[in-house]
């Protein structure tokens, strides 16, 4: 069984995707969860992430690893579990391209947002090896789209585009991220 995949998709793929992506691994702190990032649009193909949020993925311990923006193609969303976006608009960009890929598809907020409704007792247990994760995360997606009820993403969900700005803008995007990255790897391994 391959391991619980979370792709993580804005824009260009040089600043809120990277970043989600290399906190997720941060967050999570084990390699039971892979984590993958891509941009709707193919400006910055091939180019390394944006030296602000790079900065912010240092700061807070995080490690670059051999990050190069990718465009987002149809296998991407198709080996993932769970779809992150930076905006709602991204997400009926996913949406568009795979439609069956809808219930596991959120903004990063929403998502944040939903995991709060979830009642975790309920999930499938976690455990240290990834057919356990692997599982419990299928579920956690199942249990968010459930709560999501059909509603759409409000626009407080969306994650602003810092590209350009300074780095305290870019702080308070890497912030935001984390107020969801972190409860999602708690959720994934089971961790208080």
Known sequence: MPPFTILHVCMGNICRSPMAERLTVL???????????VGTGGWHVGDSMDAAAA??????????????????AAEHVDASDLILTATSEQVEYVRELRPDAADRTFVLGEFGRLLDAVDLAALPPAGPDPDAVYARGVSLVAAVDAARAGRPPRAA??????????????ARVADQIEETVRPLADALLGTP
């Open 157 to 170: 969900d969306d994650l602003d585009d810092p590209w350009g700005r300074g780095d305290r803008y870019f």
């Open 55 to 72: 900065r912010q993925v240092r700061a807070r311990g995080g490690d670059l690893g051999a990050f190069r923006a990718r465009r987002i």
């Open 27 to 37: 967050a999570l702190g084990s390699d039971l969860v892979h984590t993958h990032s």
